[in-house]
Nanobody, 120 residues
Framework: QVQLVESGGGLVQPGGSLRVSCAAS????????MNWYRQAPGNERELVAR????????WYADSVKGRFTISRDNLKNLAYLQMNSLSTDDTAVYYC?????????????WGQGTQVTVSS
């Protein structure tokens, strides 16, 4: 079955950096785009970054552009989100997500999330 497992979250000071990872299994990872979302308390889940299946096209939300970098390793079935110059506004649970064809329709699959807390 499809599994997405995030790791690497934690507590970091403002201005610091953190890299979260997403280990994928149960599908052909190298054939599908990967997304990172985040959800802060009281807020809706928002798309933060996206990377194409080949890794040659990326997209970022304006709020993280220039600070976050999404990448992937198709040999290891891993997706990453490198986060620099973190601020308290970046505090959230970070989720990796992909959309796969299931039974003729598209279905979104989510990891369990990893908490990132930016605080002094």
């Amino acid at each position: 079955q499809v599994q997405l497992v995030e790791s690497g979250g934690g507590l970091v000071q403002p201005g610091g950096s953190l890299r979260v990872s997403c280990a994928a299994s149960g599908f052909t990872f190298s054939s599908y785009a990967m997304n990172w979302y985040r959800q802060a308390p009281g807020n809706e889940r928002e798309l933060v970054a996206r990377i194409s299946w080949r890794g040659d096209t990326t997209w970022y939300a304006d709020s993280v552009k220039g600070r976050f970098t999404i990448s992937r390793d198709n040999l290891k079935n891993l997706a990453y989100l490198q986060m620099n110059s973190l601020s308290t506004d970046d505090t959230a649970v970070y989720y990796c997500q992909t959309v796969l064809p299931v039974g003729g329709a598209s279905r979104a699959f989510w990891g369990q999330g990893t908490q990132v807390t930016v605080s002094s």
